[in-house]
């Protein structure tokens, strides 16, 4: 975008309008686009900023989802900020907020699905009763964040730091949490059947009553971790380190270990694995 140092947001009976100021107008006011905010059913009511490049800052007001993601798209160095932003109930479906500052944000039972967070920083944020089925979120910061009865099955969780945060009765069902920190999580009674925790750091964390059927386990470490009453039955724990593990009442039969030329051993204690 060339010789424009701002963009502002004017409103107009019911449309948005999303205005152009420019060095060479010398201040007048261009019409790039314009939403109409009672047809619309993807409006983002909220008001936030884009930082980017020096002298140039994009303020947005109920922008849409799909011309949120153009605009990201046309400008690839403005990063969003939604610090303390109240997104309750959004609908925020396929949303591009990658490398979002999104601290302490308000997601409660927001709608998230497909949506892409990836590098997002989103510690504090609560997103309690959200929906984040297939959304990406890798290499996000999920530190103090409360995912407490979130729907977050088959999400991209790799690399994400999960340090103190609250996933009690989360379904994270075929989630992948590749190489997570896992560090002081509240997992209690989460659904992690068919995730993937490989090489994921599981330290201090509280899985009790958690449902980790046939979840991939392999070179995960679980150290000083509560598994009490937890469901391993049939979880692959091929090269787990496990260390002061809480295995009271804990459900594990039919670990699998892969071998070399017979991939299929079974054995029926995490700590034999």
């Known amino acids: ?69 153009q605009t990201r798209k046309e400008h690839p160095q403005l990063q969003p900020n939604l610090r303390n932003a109240n997104l309750r109930r959004a609908n925020l479906s396929q949303a591009n907020l990658s490398g979002a500052d999104l601290t302490s ?15 997002a920083d989103l510690s504090g944020v609560n997103l309690s009763g959200a929906d984040l089925r297939w959304a ?5 910061n999920l530190s103090g964040a409360n995912l407490c009865n979130a729907v977050v099955c088959q999400a991209n969780f790799s690399e994400v730091k999960f340090t103190s945060a609250n996933l009690r009765k989360a379904n994270l069902s075929g989630a992948n949490l590749s190489d997570a920190q896992l560090s002081e999580v509240n997992l209690r009674g989460a659904d992690l059947r068919w995730a993937n925790l490989r090489r994921a750091v599981v330290s201090e964390s509280d899985l009790s009553k958690a449902d980790l059927r046939w979840a991939n386990l392999s070179e995960a470490q679980m150290i000083r971790t509560n598994l009490e009453k937890a469901n391993f039955e049939g979880c692959t724990v091929d090269r787990i380190f496990t260390s002061e593990l809480n295995l009271k009442g804990v459900k594990q039969l039919n670990l699998a270990i892969a071998v070399l030329d017979n991939p299929t051993v079974t054995v029926d204690n995490l700590e034999v694995a």
């Open 136 to 140: 990406d979120l890798s290499g996000a």
């Open 105 to 119: 944000a308000n997601l409660r039972g927001a709608n998230l699905t497909s949506a892409n967070l990836s590098g």
């Open 1 to 69: 975008m060339k010789n424009c140092d701002r963009y502002k947001v004017k409103l107009s009976g019911s449309f948005v309008q999303i205005i152009e100021i420019t060095k060479e107008k010398m201040g007048s006011y261009i019409v790039k686009s314009k939403i109409d905010i009672k047809n619309n059913p993807t409006i983002i009511a909220i008001a936030t900023r884009f930082k980017g490049a020096a002298n140039q800052e994009l303020d947005l007001l109920n922008f849409g989802v799909e011309s949120w993601n």
